[in-house]
Structures are given as structure tokens and as C-alpha cells.
């Protein structure tokens, strides 16, 4: 069993910053692929970015030139750094684990508020 906890999540006015982190329990870190998903009421979980056991990154377009997802493999954590908010990143933002296509794991998920 893997456990994920997110942090970092908050009230941040239009054009501000946050950093989230996702610190991953258990052994075998480096070898899972890590994303990060959000959500909003009524509507699906949507990617957002994602980080590969390689290394190889993607992010969905909406994000791409002002989110930045990173991994350090050594302190088994996930961060995503996000720049420039917009209140259209309003969700809750959770972190995910993927191993071999068969071990998934979420975290509970942390609130990011956009607002002026």
C-alpha cells in the first residue's frame, strides 16, 4: 500500500504562486510514473501534468509555459509548481501514482482557491 499526501494548496489572488507537494510512502518511488490531476465540481478529473519514471514530461495545454512539475526521487516527493493563476485553476488538485500500469494510487487531494 502506498500512501500520498499533497500540500501546499491555498488562497492565492489572480497572477500569484504556489507550490504543491506530494511526499509518497513505501518503497520503489523512482520507478512509478507521477502526476498531478484536478477536479471541479460537476465536471471529470482532468491531467495536468505528468513526470515519468525517465523523466519525460507533459502537461495539458491549459498549464503548459506556467506550470512546472518536478520530482525528487531521493525524498519521494512530487511538486508542482504553479505561476500566473487564474481563477480557472479554482479545483482541488490531487496527486497520483503509477506503477507498472497496475498499482494506482491517489492522494486525498488539496484545495487551490484562485481569488481576488
Known amino acids: 500500500q502506498v500512501h500520498l499526501v499533497e500540500s501546499g494548496g491555498g488562497l492565492v489572488q489572480p497572477g500569484g504562486s504556489l507550490r504543491l507537494s506530494c511526499v509518497a510512502s513505501g518503497s520503489s518511488f523512482s520507478a512509478r510514473d507521477m502526476a498531478w490531476y484536478r477536479q471541479t465540481p460537476g465536471k471529470e478529473r482532468e491531467l495536468v501534468a505528468v513526470i515519468t519514471t525517465s523523466g519525460s514530461i507533459n502537461y495539458a495545454d491549459s498549464v503548459k509555459g506556467r506550470f512546472t512539475i518536478s520530482r525528487d526521487n531521493a525524498r519521494n516527493t512530487v511538486f508542482l509548481q504553479m505561476n500566473s493563476l487564474k481563477p480557472e485553476d479554482t479545483a482541488v488538485y490531487y496527486c497520483?501514482?503509477?506503477?507498472?500500469?497496475?498499482?494506482?494510487?491517489w492522494g486525498q487531494g488539496t484545495q487551490v482557491t484562485v481569488s481576488s
Open positions: 497520483y501514482s503509477n506503477r507498472l500500469g497496475v498499482y494506482v494510487y
